[in-house]
């Protein structure tokens, strides 16, 4: 593969692909937050 | 008789007969690293260790990275086989709290665009000339992650891991004196004051104990190449937040980290020999690298910006150069920067949060980095 080709490559497919799997990462960060939600008792036991 | 004591002298002077401007001029390099190490406290345990090893390299005629010699030794058993990074991996996930990132679960996109720089910078050194593989090794000077740079090069560029790993931990050190002018130069007075409110803790424990078996699962399954490195990191944050084994947390936080950084950083120390260190070519690295870092602020701020677009005005575009690997030193730069434009502002677990994004995205960037690069048949 040349160059051009595979530094665009690198360029849109890294950066795209980096975005897009932390994007994914930050939801099921989101779903993790609603399936264990916090309870004070819970996680401060006296 | 006389000969015999003219042989012994000549061999007692052999080094120095021996001694290179080449090996004058790295010493010198070393004694720099030194003094930044103990003289000004810029990352002294990484520092302190590179630049001895720096001298010892070169001194002549004492075959230290020679075959056999001890320095080698350390250097084809832990950076060539790439178990020294991943050591350390564990050790950062030892020491790491999420619970800010999963707090605000958003920022973690902050940890994704503080790693642009490595892409664009990619892209940059190939115009230069530089072949694909050292490219990617250049590239990944943006990651600001020494163990994650290292863990790279030593796969696709083993020759110039003694400039990857020097630029590196010394830009990631000099991050309080690169990042704010940029933050500065991009974002407005009005910007740079608004308020983002306080954290309050709601992060269940579960949750964050669930948390390093998602990324870990989740990433590996994206980009398999980089699992190593994701698995490590995820596996000492596992160790922490489930509780249970406090040793080997501590062990992996302290005296596995200590040693391992110690062996890692003579190991890259003792690559710098002037003979072959000394080239064009290494200060064109160095000066990719610190465009690297700049870069990822660069990009960091402008997702910044768009956050600050999207979310109505509530995210400070500041936070956006936290987004980079350097914990948590690129969060502390975020804090004062902001409070020398606000004083009643407290940007700090706001930062952090992006501050650890930007920790797991380097290491994604990477791993999506390999990945596609195994796909594009350019393994390492």
Redesign the interface.
């Known amino acids: 593969m040349d160059n051009w080709s595979f530094g665009v490559t690198m360029v849109v497919v890294g950066m795209g692909g980096t975005l897009a799997t932390l994007a994914l990462l930050s939801i099921l960060m989101g779903l993790l937050k609603k399936v264990f939600p916090y309870r004070r008792e819970q996680d401060n036991p006296k | 008789m006389l000969e015999a004591i003219g042989t012994g002298l000549q061999g007692l002077a052999s080094g120095l007969l021996h001694l290179h401007w080449s090996n004058l001029v790295m010493m010198g390099v070393g004694c720099v690293l030194l003094y930044l190490g103990v003289g000004k406290d810029f990352e002294p345990l990484l520092l302190v260790p590179i630049g001895f090893g720096a001298i010892l390299v070169n001194i002549p005629l004492a075959g230290l990275m020679e075959e056999g010699g001890f320095l080698r030794h350390i250097y084809e058993f832990g950076v060539l086989t790439e178990l020294f990074p991943l050591l350390i991996f564990v050790g950062i996930g030892a020491m790491t709290d999420f619970g800010p990132?999963?707090e605000n679960?958003?920022i973690?996109?902050l940890?994704?665009?503080g790693?642009?720089g490595?892409?664009?910078t990619?892209?940059l050194a190939?115009?230069l000339g530089f072949t694909?593989k050292e490219?990617?090794a250049i590239?990944v000077i943006g990651a600001c992650d020494g163990p994650t740079a290292i863990y790279v090069t030593s796969q696709y560029a083993p020759h110039l891991l003694g400039s990857v790993s020097v630029a590196a931990y010394s830009y990631m050190s000099l991050v309080p004196l690169l990042q704010p002018p940029i933050m500065r130069w991009l974002t407005t007075s009005e910007e740079r004051k608004i308020n983002m409110g306080v954290v309050t803790?709601?992060?269940?424990?579960?949750?964050k104990i669930?948390?390093p078996l998602?990324?870990t699962v989740?990433?590996g399954l994206?980009?398999p190449k980089g699992l190593p490195l994701l698995g490590t990191i995820m596996l000492g944050n596992f160790m922490k937040e489930c509780g249970v084994v406090g040793r080997l947390t501590r062990a992996a936080e302290n005296e596995i980290a200590n040693i391992v950084t110690l062996l890692l950083a003579i190991s890259i120390g003792a690559t710098m020999d002037g003979r072959i260190f000394l080239t064009p070519q290494t200060l064109i690295v160095l000066a990719l690298g610190f465009l690297a870092i700049c870069l990822d602020t660069v990009c960091g701020v402008l997702f910044g910006k768009l956050m600050k677009v999207a979310t109505g005005g509530k995210v400070n575009p500041l936070i956006g150069a936290a987004g980079i690997s350097a914990y948590p030193m690129a969060a502390r730069v975020v804090q004062a920067e902001g409070q020398k434009h606000n004083p009643t502002n407290y940007l700090l677990m706001h930062a952090v949060g992006a501050n650890t994004?930007g920790q797991?995205?380097s290491v994604?960037?990477a791993a999506?980095?390999l990945s596609?690069?195994k796909g594009?048949g350019?393994g390492g």
Do not use: C, D, E
Not at chain 2, 201 to 207: L, P
């Open positions: 990132l999963l679960p958003k973690f996109l940890g994704a665009a790693q642009f490595i892409f664009l990619l892209g190939l115009a694909q490219a990617v590239g803790t709601s992060v269940s424990k579960r949750a669930v948390f998602v990324v989740v990433g994206i980009a994004g797991v995205g994604m960037a999506v980095m596609v690069l594009m350019l």
